[in-house]
């Protein structure tokens, strides 16, 4: 169970890229230590396409504590066909750094 939320920034670049910022972070439960603060970052870019299609790019550390737990980078890259559905191409990579 955890709880969490974020605040965050984003910069227009140019007139179809944005480039962002959070700061996500909370309060988590699990049976092996009871309560544990993480805090969870991310830096990223939005690139608005042509024909109603996204593109977005971001990296996102993972930290437990004082311990860096992973890192993940994300490609992710939408297509609006309406109102009501979307098609959605998510690649990520995760890099262990430390097990929890």
């Known amino acids: 169970m955890k709880i969490d939320g974020g605040v965050g920034l984003d910069f227009l670049f140019f007139n179809d890229i944005n480039t962002f910022g959070i700061l996500n972070g909370?309060?988590?439960?699990?049976?092996?230590?009871?309560?544990?603060?993480?805090?969870?970052?991310?830096?990223g870019l939005m690139i608005y396409e042509l024909y109603n299609m996204k593109s977005l790019v971001y990296y996102e550390p993972y930290f437990i504590k004082t311990n860096h737990i992973y890192d993940k980078y994300v490609l992710q890259h939408n297509i609006f066909t309406d109102e009501n559905h979307t098609f959605i191409f998510n690649f990520e990579r995760v890099r262990r750094k430390k097990d929890f």
């Open 26 to 43: 909370g309060v988590g439960f699990n049976s092996k230590d009871n309560v544990h603060l993480f805090l969870n970052p991310q830096i």
